[in-house]
Every structure is written in C-alpha cells, then in structure tokens.
C-alpha cells in the first residue's frame, strides 16, 4: 500500500511476507511500509486518506478476513473518500488442459489454507463494501489476455502468471503431494498453451465511497467564563443565549 511521506515508519509485523519494494519507479509522494493487516490494524489514525486501493490479495485472505480487511480500510479512509479493491479470479478463462490442471492444484492448495480464489464473484467485491456500510458502490468486471495475443498487457499477465506457479512451487507440492516434475511440465506447457488458446483472466473493480457526515463537526464551543463560587445565591444563567446557540445551556442553581 502506498502512503504518504508524513508517516512514521510502522512496525515491521509481516510472518512469510517478504520486504520486497519497487527500487526503480517511486513517486515522490510514496513511500513503502510492511505491514501484516491481519496482525495488527493499519498503523494510521482513523479518517486519514482521501483514496485507499488495495489489489491482489485474493490468495492471502481468508473468508473472514476479507470482512474485517474493508472495514479497516474503512476506518483510515476519510468521510466522504473512496476506496477501491481490485481481485482477479482463481483459475482463468479459455485454458488448455496443463494450465487448467495447475489452476486446479492452485484453487486445492489455497483451499486447504481455507482461501476463497473466487472472492470476487463469491460473495464479490461490491457485497464486501456494501456490509462495511459504503456507498456508492460502482462494481466492474473486464477480462485481460494472458498471451502475446494480448499485446503489451498480455505479455505482462503472462510472465506474472508464470513467476505466480513458479513461487507457489513448495506450497503446492506440499499441500496437493504431486511430483515437482510433474508440477514444472505444467508449468512449462502453459506457455505455449495460452497462446494456442488464447487464455484470459477476469478481474473484478470495485469503488466505494465512506459516507459523508450527515451534519458538519461543530465548531469548539466559546470559552466561557468560569464563575466565581457564590454559595448560597443562585448561579448565572450561561451568557449563550439558548435560541441561537448550537450547544446546549445549562442553569446551574446551588443547592439550598
Ligand atoms: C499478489 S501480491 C499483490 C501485490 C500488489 N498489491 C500488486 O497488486 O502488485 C499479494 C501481496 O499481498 C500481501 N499480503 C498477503 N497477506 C497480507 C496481509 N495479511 N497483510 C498485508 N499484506 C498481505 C503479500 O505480501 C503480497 O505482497
């Protein structure tokens, strides 16, 4: 997640999540942080950013998880700011028999962790945002080409899909038992197979907006004035009078 420079550095919490950051393209007004949000909340004050965006973490998130990730999210957006979760499915479209198959160990894999793949559709991104209470939901499905035969992008999905297989290596051969020869032939024959087919992925967008305050934060009520202790005589009204003033007044008697 991106965040601006105004931050302390936040603790370092991440089990299994490796510090890896871009080193070459960083906009000025980003910096990096490591963070487990499953662990600890997000190390920022509620109602901090104007626009949060979370993508990818349909193979790190448990069903439940994903509930109480959005309402985090929630918390350090902004009223009225927006935030946007972008997933991608589980097993792809239009796949050739190898690729299909390493779908399969993927989805059995993340399964025995008790991850959903098909948290976009089931029960979907949209659902997500409108039970932590956002509006405005706009909700967009779009397939992506996995293969040269989807130009640049297609290209880009590929190489990520095959560094994807090649990192989950030891997790599925753990889980699922089979042969790592048999896994790596997979992966190697999906290459071709993606163009030959001319695979795809679906990805899911979701924008939500947190709701505005319906009525503006006062403003800090007047300094008054503390009187004086007079016992035994009544107390001063307060000096705000009551039909113009957005706080309440109180009438203080002393107790005869
Ligand atoms: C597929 S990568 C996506 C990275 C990046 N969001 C992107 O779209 O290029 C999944 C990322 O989720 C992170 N992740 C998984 N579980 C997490 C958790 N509990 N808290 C924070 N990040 C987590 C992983 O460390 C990894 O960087």
Known sequence: MEMANEFPDATVTGIDMAPIFPTTIIPANCRFLQHNIILEPLPF???????VHQRLLVAGLKPRDWVYVVQELKRVTKAGGWIELVEVDGHGGNNGPMTQQLWNWIELTLKSRGINVNIGTQPGLANLMEQ???????HEVFN???GLHGGKIGKLLKENE???WIAMTPTVIRATGIDIQEYEDAIIASAA?????KSYHT???ACGQ???????PLPSPPQVPKPEPNFGEKSPVSPIPALFSPWPTFVRSNIK
């Not at 932590?132 to 939901?137: C, D, E």
């Open 45 to 51: 004050p509620d109602n901090t950013f104007d626009y």
């Open 132 to 138: 932590s209470g956002l509006v405005n939901i706009k």
């Open 144 to 146: 992506l080409p996995t």
């Open 162 to 164: 095959q560094a994807f």
């Open 193 to 197: 197979e993606v163009e030959i087919y």
């Open 203 to 205: 990805f899911y967008s």
């Open 210 to 216: 947190k709701p505005a305050c319906s009525l503006p």
